[in-house]
């Protein structure tokens, strides 16, 4: 499939692996009046088969690992992985708890990591800017 | 037997010690009769990070006050708050009274943004998505506040065993005030939106009815607690910080309507009313603010030391935006991490009222109802339907999902 | 119902309890400016005294409030407590009171209080899984937050061999185990 279809709306799905909800509230907060990224076409959906961007926060608790994976398969190709927040990138404050199997680039591939315990609104818009770069650069590459 | 099941995989809650929020992972299975609710099972675990192990194992008592925070990123003034106060239970520190009256500031300021990203959350779940941006727009204004008095968004780190680690001077007063005085002015308006719409009370109304005996015998606490009935609050009856020096009372929802009918609709009130009630505690702690030192001991190093040589063990009760939050902390001497560190957070207790409160509801009230714990159930269109009486499974059930994947967990490992 | 003070709740757990009451002390400490106190109880009593003691707390109390049970491992023994809150709803009135009772680690046995208090399930769950304690009569023997590949037999909260397996834990690259 071509990349092409990526650049417009970008569409989110937010997984949730075991994160505090300190990440997930300022991804709301992203969406909501104040720093609207709506009307950049960001939008967040209900299903990882609608979406383009999986949105990944948490250390992943190892009873999310199934769960991780199956929504990594389910969400249609081509895909970006964007992890939000230090424990998803790299343990943070969790690491070696029994109860963990991240980081998250251990299971899935990612490709944008937004670091910040948690991140401002203003990194999170960020970081999809620079998946948006990302995407323009493998297009240019399936173009040439 | 003519009778169909429902089953439901969907995401919420909690966490080592639990918590309540947002997008969180939970499971629900929910056994319904057409669409009436039957029964109701309750799976947790699936945010369980081993947080308590952590501190008993890794950290010392200060590292710990940062994981205290991590437990939940919209309480994370409340765990720290009745994390130190076990700590200093333990120890025998005493915090310096301006201390005591910033750490009530900070939690105020934490109830009136909780309560507000509730109200949002609740409005989308019933599809009125106007009123969730108008809220979290309001809310937009105390972030602010907390950004400027804290530094920080959301991880405050404002806690320190025997104080605080930022004070709240003078000059800053007028900017506080400013913020309140915002709030103020729109709370009429805002009361209008909840308690007068007309969608928002018949989709409120005599939904998730928990009566006051089953919120004594569930134990359920904060405002949901409240809301049925039962005028339980820390602040009021075993007052710790700043709250010991004012008179605070209980809000049950017969103040406004005159009766309690402990539906979902109460619960909007009670929070709808404590975010006044926190403006007006800041209000007073701005007003009544001693002067004086904010840290008991303000070098770390000589702290970490009393900590590693203390012995002994306390108890540590906040009340959180959704209700109590219990540390409880054991202490050896000569050992650097905790002993024993225990954690309670209000969901949970909150969580066991959730089969009463669903059962002969329709499955379109689900999502509120349950949100109206304030939980936060939002990937609801995950739902797996199987029906047992035809035996057809339209997705596959939970059972059959779960063995399958621990096959492949196991297959991984390989 | 008539409200005892803290010294007088100590006295009526002994007279109640007899040979199974083991200690009892009040804790009381001045908050802020004005100086109220914030006061709790910690009462001891031995294990076959245990549900006695919580059908007391019951009798102080309708609708006692159980926050928690906590438990530590001490060595020989696992200690737990009933995190009780008694006389709430009322300014300044309110008392934490600590019900702890020793169970020795060839005996990790204790009856269930859900038919006193339903709302204790899920602390019991929790402590069935987290410290191996087995609570005898429990309507619902389930795990609660640990996943099902959790290795039988252990228990994080555990000290001695029975802890969580080193291999278990999730040590990142380049890091050592503390």
């Not at chain 2, 675990?45 to 200060?62: A, D, K």
């Not at chain 2, 920080?152 to 506080?176: C, L, S, Y």
């Not at chain 2, 339980?232 to 075993?238: A, P």
Request: glycine share 6%; proline share 6%.
């Amino acid at each position: 499939m071509s990349l092409k279809a990526f650049k417009r709306a970008l569409w989110v799905y937010h997984l949730n692996t075991g994160s505090c909800n300190g990440c997930d509230i300022e991804i709301l907060a992203v969406l909501t009046p104040r720093y609207d990224a709506e009307r950049f076409g960001i939008k967040l959906v209900g299903s990882p088969r609608h979406a383009d961007v999986l949105l990944v926060t948490g250390p992943v608790v190892k009873q999310m690992v199934p769960r991780v994976e199956r929504i990594y398969e389910q969400t249609p190709d081509p895909k970006l992985v964007m992890v939000v927040g230090n424990c998803g990138t790299e343990g943070g404050v969790f690491y070696e708890s029994y109860s963990l199997a991240g980081p998250i680039d251990q299971i899935i591939p990612v490709d944008v990591y937004v670091p910040g315990c948690p991140p401002r609104p203003e990194a999170i818009i960020h970081g999809v800017v620079m998946a948006w770069v990302k995407l323009e650069k493998l297009a240019k590459q399936e173009v040439a | 037997m003519i009778q169909e099941e429902t089953k439901k995989a969907t995401y919420t809650i909690p966490v080592g010690p639990i918590h309540p929020a947002l997008k969180e992972p939970i499971r629900l299975a929910l056994t319904v009769d057409g669409e009436e609710i039957v029964d109701v099972d309750v799976f947790v675990g699936q945010v369980h990070r081993g947080i308590e192990w952590l501190g008993m194992n890794r950290n010392n008592p200060i590292q710990s006050i940062y994981l205290a925070e991590r437990i939940c990123g919209i309480c994370n003034i409340c765990h720290p708050f009745s994390f130190v106060m076990a700590v200093e239970q333990a120890t025998g520190i005493t915090p310096p009274p301006r201390a005591e009256y910033i750490r009530t500031i900070t939690a105020e300021m934490e109830r009136i943004h909780s309560h507000l990203l509730w109200a949002g959350v609740a409005a989308h779940e019933i599809g009125f998505d106007t009123i969730f941006y108008l809220a979290w727009r309001v809310r937009e204004e105390i972030m602010d506040l907390i950004e400027y008095v804290t530094g920080n968004r959301v991880t405050k780190a404002m806690f320190q065993i025997g104080g605080v680690r930022r004070d709240i001077t003078e000059e800053q007063f007028p900017r506080i005030r400013q913020s309140l005085d915002y709030y103020k002015s729109i709370f009429a308006q805002l009361k209008k939106v909840f308690l007068d719409d007309i969608t928002i009370r018949m989709r409120t109304r005599n939904v998730g009815i928990l009566k006051r005996e089953d919120a004594l015998k569930l134990l359920t606490v904060g405002p949901s607690g409240r809301a049925s009935g039962v005028p339980k609050d820390v602040r009021q009856d075993q007052p710790y910080a700043g709250y010991a020096d004012l008179d605070i009372k209980a809000i049950t929802p017969d103040i406004v309507t005159g009766t309690v009918v402990g539906d979902v609709y109460d619960r909007i009130i009670v929070r709808l009313l404590e975010v006044k009630q926190s403006i007006e505690i800041i209000e007073q702690c701005l007003e009544k603010m001693p002067p004086g030192p904010i840290l008991a001991q303000p070098k770390t190093a000589v702290l970490l030391k009393t900590l590693t040589k203390a012995e002994g063990e306390g108890v540590g009760r906040a009340e959180a935006p959704r209700g109590e939050v219990v540390h409880y902390v054991r202490m050896e001497a000569g050992q650097s991490t905790l002993a024993t560190w225990k954690v309670r957070a209000p969901t949970y207790v909150n969580l066991m009222a959730v089969p009463t409160i669903l059962k002969g509801m329709q499955i379109a009230d689900v999502p509120i109802t349950f949100a109206s714990l304030d939980p936060c159930m939002s990937c609801t269109n995950r739902v797996v339907i199987t029906d047992r009486a035809a035996g057809r499974k339209s997705v596959m059930d939970y059972e059959e999902l779960h063995r399958l994947s621990v096959e492949k967990t196991k297959e991984m490992q390989r | 119902m008539e409200r005892l003070t803290p010294q007088a709740i100590i006295d009526s757990f002994s007279k109640e309890l007899g040979d199974g009451f083991v200690s009892g002390s009040v804790y009381e400490r001045e908050v802020a400016v004005k100086k109220n106190k914030f006061r709790s109880l910690w009462v001891e009593v031995k294990k076959s005294a245990f549900r006695n003691a919580v059908e007391h707390i019951c009798r102080l109390q309708e609708y006692p409030h159980l926050a928690i049970i906590s438990s530590s491992d001490l060595g020989a023994e696992v200690e737990l407590i009933y995190h009780f809150t008694i006389y709430y709803g009322h300014h300044l009135e309110e008392l934490s009171l600590g019900l702890r009772v020793k169970l020795p680690k060839s005996d990790l046995r204790i009856p269930t209080i859900t038919d006193l208090i339903p709302g204790a399930l899920f602390t019991e769950r929790e402590t069935q899984e987290m410290m191996g304690v087995e609570v005898v009569g429990i309507p619902d023997k389930r795990r609660l937050f640990l996943s099902e590949d959790f290795p039988e037999g252990a228990y994080p909260w555990r000290k001695d061999e029975k802890g969580p397996p080193s291999d278990i834990l999730r040590i990142l690259p380049g890091r050592e185990q503390k």
